[in-house]
């Protein structure tokens, strides 16, 4: 699609105080990262530290902060406003709305194949693809979308506005917000992970929760959240959880927290409020996370935090050769402390300069 | 749903010899932890560790061990049982069977839209949910109950009273031995990853296994387990697998082992019976673990373990800043026990005491 | 189903320079590996290194290099070609082309219960199954195999031969080459990770991009493709991945590279090609790997790789107890660093010859 670069403006007007510098009547046809944009494309400086990019884009108009105002200038059209990222953000989604193949734009708001429970309530203008299964006293609210192949169980509750993609299943009971977003794959409510040993064997601790969704939440492709074993699992408004990322039973994770792609979080761990979590890093079960903790990629979280802070833990990558060597040496490094120690102990000066001791 | 406590006991009373102390007539609506019971609800004291909590709390009526009868006594209410953990297991058993909200506890029991190949054998009891398709030859045995969008391939065999939850695919040829439960998104039987290197290409090596499943195996949300190459990978009987988790091509996994989710095990891994592999945990190929080998979480095993035991290894997390210093210094962890032998071997009286050489 | 050698060696005369030495008449019924090959099977030594398992193989005929002509002609019936490993790649095929149970060799080509919009494009012997879904304007090449309860979005292009397994789901304008073969679950241009922080809130960055994958590429079972957020995610000819892996938007993998299981790629990384990713693996966002660049399982990697090479990073196994007393020591290695440097500068002689300094 092309549009004007004042009716670009003119569309983001009522949620940002943004000036254009240069010819309202560029026209516009997409978005571009700074180096690869070309002349009927949008940019954008998301940072100070690729200033140095800006000078050479060859965009059709770039939007910067005020503080780049001068440099953005210079190189020519350009959009002023306190926080680019976002008004960038508001850009791709004006594009999404307008562009002609966006999802499900097509075809008709209940495809005639959807299996529909007769006890099934559903409000205004839901949506439902084809070959979803809509289970008994399912409640989907005003604006829902249910995409081809959701399983939607009994007693489901989806709030207003609330997008599923394809292939999503929700369990018996579970409850989402308004305005979530889940993509294909995702499995809510599964049974949490719950056995008791008995005589060498595992027996079954029936799931008797479910799991509570807020609003705003985006849950990504393949994704799995249990539903708890005695209590709920609970995901709070605005949380953001990638792809494959896995929720035990009984978890807590707090408003506006993000978990980035294969992260796990085992049953009962008790996640605060706008933390983030990096790929595939793992936190074990019954851990509480303070509000505002950031945990590295492929970290493990083995003891609760209470301070807010970034915390890693990974080994360092290598050349596989140099690795192994010091790998080997890891295994006896209790060892070697023990050496040191021993070899301190008989040397004076060192002892009197010896910064700490163990 | 309520029930009375006399009710409950006697439900129980051919599996356990348990003794109720207090009112047998007190109603129960629910199972809650401890910590959070009120006045209509059942708990138990799993483990002594946590005597400390039960003194406070409102629960109902409490399960507890012999050893806790006292403490537990003199609180009110109490059920004295063997092994309070198990008979709480069993009593979510009961709660999910009145739940009035089980999973497929409506709907018709072979649904219209399903596809069921005319050459597919279903004994007596077999329930099929929307959606469903079955293939040529399948044979499903009595009570088996296949969720709504389930692939169930050519020639697969299904055991007795195995559920497959909504939307699982179990490929052509795999076999499921009874009373497996089997929850959303999980794949069995998809190809192994087995390529042939040929000049700077991947020539693909077909499947030919299957795979072989036991009785009593709980496969979790999304999890995949691939087929054999030539042989067959195997899964036995008890086996508990989470969510998330990835099993190669002719593995074999012993007897009431348990690997808990995002673990993976990759290509001709054998496993032996009552381990268990925490989540996120990876096998590598080819390896053999003992049976009661125990792997923590996101530890990744490198070589065959012999002996029964805990084995970890992991990067102990911390502060970011102190993380990075000691990561760069392990980066030379060789270079730093070269430097300290020379010390070693220049200090006469630190030589005599050393504990151990390089 | 059961071949004579001679036939076997014929079928695959036209790409391979083959000899056989023994009873072309002998009757082979399956393939097997070495150890547990019977005398009606055909099996084949793929490495030097198990050279010790052939005398005491019982196969009906094992595949050999010319290297191992002459222990194999002790055992007996061999063939002898340049690379058995190859050589049994293609024999895998031969018998999976021919066996009686191969996956979809029944059923109509279009199953009557798919939902074909009436603006796609199939072109001739497609096959379609049941349940699978497929939007407006999907444009699927000659012999393309759609599975059961597989979602095609709108404007989707799929290249001659590309075979989908059971519930595949590719997302709007998605596209893949010739020959892929996808498995099921996998979830191809679903929404990239992208969110501008504001006031406390993640801001959606809807995801224009694509996914665009070229030919001959397999992607396993769950595994997760982003869609670009700006540009596209790009998967070049002959990438292979394994299952539950995770690509993030905008990465691009270069030709006839591979990543195992559990493998994660965050957003706008770039693999070289012929690189290898180990299970488990993570390789962070932005950064760029050379071709023929192979990382160990587990290992995650944090900064780019610009030389060809075998890195790795994870922290070595072991007892738990041993463990964790060098993981404690671990955490103050850094002062153990300065603490020897300390008694490097009071011992003049350990200073005269210490090997390296910090």
Known sequence: MTLRLADIVLS???????RLVGDPDTLIERLAPLESA????????????????????????????????????????????????????????????????????????????AFIDPLAQLEADVMVGAFASIGARAVLAKGVSVGAHCVIGN????????????????????VLGQRCLVHPGAVIGADGFGFA?????WEKIEQLGIVRIGDDVEIGANTCIDRGALQDTVIEDGVKLDNLVQIGHNVRIGQHSALAGCAGVAGSAVIGAHCTV???AVVLGHLNLADHVHISAASVVTRSIHLPGHYTGLFPIDDNARWEKNAATLKQLHVLRERLKALEQTSPQALAKSPKKS
Do not use: M, N
């Open 12 to 18: 983001l007007a009522g949620e940002f105080d943004a």
């Open 38 to 113: 070309t002349g009927s494309e949008l940019s954008f400086l998301s940072h100070p530290k690729y200033l140095g990019k800006l000078a050479t884009s060859l965009a059709a108009c770039v939007v910067v902060s005020p503080a780049a105002e001068e440099a953005a200038r210079r190189r020519g059209t350009c959009i002023i406003v306190d926080d680019p990222y976002f008004y960038f953000a508001r850009l791709t989604r004006l594009w999404k709305q307008r562009h002609p193949s966006a999802v499900g734009s097509e075809g008709p708001s209940r495809h005639p194949s």
């Open 155 to 174: 007693d489901v509750r989806l709030g207003a506005e609330t997008r599923l993609e394809a292939r999503v299943t929700v369990a018996d009971g579970c």
């Open 197 to 201: 040993p008995h005589a060498g064997r």
């Open 278 to 280: 990096g790929g595939g």
